[in-house]
């Protein structure tokens, strides 16, 4: 037999579990992911399915809506975080939503999510936050109230520009919808993000 890397491509082999409460999504996420080779993809219809789920099967990556009844995504990740157990509370989150207001995207970050992606999914943008989360894993921490991804802002190479960029910088109104680059920076600052500039990234059609 060959090598599996070589015949398959990047995702294959990890095991993804999509929560949203929406069939249509459901199914949009799940032939995306088929689509760049995943083959062990579970569903749940809400954050309190999805933790049945997690009893007897671990995911490699989590793919949740917020905005689910009666255990929202919010809700699902805090339950993640918290859990006793280490490979559980460990579980890289990818909030996926169809509103990406100021105040949402700091809200699931500080629930402990590790990704947020703003619906319409596109299969690019999909496969961006997934590597992001593979390829550029911000450390856990735990602090008062918190267990999740640093939250911390990255130093930068020159502290003074960085002093010079958060003095001219204004703040964000909490209602301001966000573009999927803003929130990007918002979870990774200082990364450049070269694989949301592909195209065509592995297993996507043109």
Known sequence: MGNNKEEHGYLYGLKFLIVEDSAFMRELLRDVLQHFDVRNIREASDGAEALKIM???????????????????????????????????????????AHSEYWRVQHARNAGVNEFLVKPVSPKALFSRIRAVIERPRPFIKAPGY?????????????????????EQAPVPAEQAMEQDQINAIFNPGSKHPDDQTDNPVGSKA
Do not use: C, Y
Not at 60 to 71: G, K, R, V
Not at 148 to 154: H, K, S, Y
């Open 55 to 97: 009893q007897s099967w671990m995911p490699d990556i989590i793919l949740a809506d917020w905005e689910m009844q009666p255990f929202d995504g919010i809700e699902f990740t805090r339950a993640v975080r918290s859990s006793s157990r280490s490979e559980e509370r460990f579980a890289p989150i990818i909030m996926v939503s």
């Open 147 to 167: 267990f999740g991804p640093d939250r911390r802002r990255q130093n930068l190479k020159h502290s003074e520009e960085r002093r010079q960029d958060m003095h």
